[in-house]
């Protein structure tokens, strides 16, 4: 099961007893409980129909017993119960004890008046215990993962619309390249931009370039993205920027290593046939990282990488050692590189 598949449902008044919902992306899981507590409870009444638990102080027998009173007011009440570490294989740290198996007890006659959500701070659960098992077949459970490269473009430009204004050709990129991924933080970027352009204005690139505060492992993304595209002024004029944040060039050369050390492992990934969200998970990154990576890694071959790899261990001995002069050895590797 998915959560999509779950919005549908609600979308045509279907709603489930029980919705468990786990994975890393905290940000996507906070929009879908709070799509179930507007569809399921009216605005007015959200004070008197929702309660929220936390399962390492409260017992999950307490939690059914609510589930099974009568809601005050409301014709149907939500109950959030956070902390299910009980559906993962990890050691419970709190004394509070749960019996799980009243799940299953209570999921044969759930209250038609009650919609019961647990939440797992886990990217699994353990498929080995039998009521994970059990409660996946029937569709009680889903996964929060990182969105597509594809699929986070659209959430940004669905996001611009949300804020009344568009992004113009390539602004939705440059916003993921300066941005980065995380949901949060792309949202509160796309609600500066919407006070800058005004309903119905339009964002350009340059805007975006102008306006998005880019961290330092952003900024060193972007610095080796003009570098792959041959773009040595616009290359050495981010490296100034990083120098004019107090960034050390020992430092800005690790996260370079880190990025180039992403490409080679990409490539050699698809050459095995992995798909980009196989290979996040494999590398730990975001699909869209992997994505640009990915066009990134095109300009290479595996000996170039490998090499610029070498040249980048030669140069960091270099620096640390005082042999090179920080600051023009990085300017003299980029030069070398965006040619």
């Known amino acids: 099961m998915d959560a999509r598949t779950w919005m549908k449902e609600l979308d045509k008044g279907t ?31 959200r004070e008197f129909a929702v309660t929220k638990y936390d399962l390492s102080e409260t017992s999950l027998d307490d939690v059914l017993e609510d589930a099974l009173t009568m809601p005050f007011m409301a014709e149907r ?25 009243r799940l299953l007890d209570y999921m044969k006659s759930p209250a038609d008046f009650s919609v019961v959500i647990l939440t797992v701070d886990a990217d699994k659960l353990d498929e080995r215990k039998k009521i994970v098992k059990l409660l996946k077949d029937n569709g009680s459970m889903a996964p929060f993962v990182p969105l597509s490269a594809d699929d986070l473009l659209q959430w940004v430009k669905r996001q611009a619309d949300a804020f009344s204004f568009r992004l113009g050709t390539g602004a939705a990129e440059a916003l993921l390249l300066s941005a980065g991924t995380d949901l ?23 805007d975006v370039d102008g306006m998005v505060a880019r ?11 003009h570098i792959v595209r041959l773009r040595k002024e616009k290359a050495m004029t981010v490296f100034h920027e990083l120098l004019l944040k107090k960034e050390e060039p020992i430092k800005i050369a690790a996260l370079m290593t880190r990025q180039f050390r992403m490409l080679l492992q990409v490539k050699e990934l698809e050459r095995q046939g992995y798909s980009q969200q196989q290979m996040a998970s494999q590398l730990g990154g975001h699909p869209y990282g992997i994505k640009i990576a990915s ?18 261990a030669d140069l960091d001995y270099g620096m640390k050692t005082g042999r090179v002069e920080k600051t023009l050895g990085m300017e003299l590797f980029i030069l070398k590189l965006a040619v």
């Open 295 to 312: 066009e990134q890694g095109k300009r290479f071959s595996f000996e170039q990488l490998a090499s610029i790899l070498a040249s980048l």
């Open 184 to 206: 949060q933080a792309l949202r509160s970027e796309l609600e500066k931009l919407s006070l800058y352009a005004g309903s119905g204005g339009t964002v350009s690139v340059e």
């Open 215 to 225: 961290t330092t492992e952003q900024d060193v993304f972007m610095l080796i993205d």
């Open 77 to 101: 009440k939500v109950i959030l119960a956070s902390n299910a570490a009980f559906l993962t294989g990890a050691k419970e740290s709190t004394k509070v004890e749960h019996r799980p198996e």
């Open 15 to 45: 709603v489930r007893p029980l919705y468990i919902c786990y994975g890393p992306e905290k940000y996507r899981m906070r929009e879908f409980i709070d799509y179930v507590f507007r569809k399921c409870v009216p605005d007015d009444l």
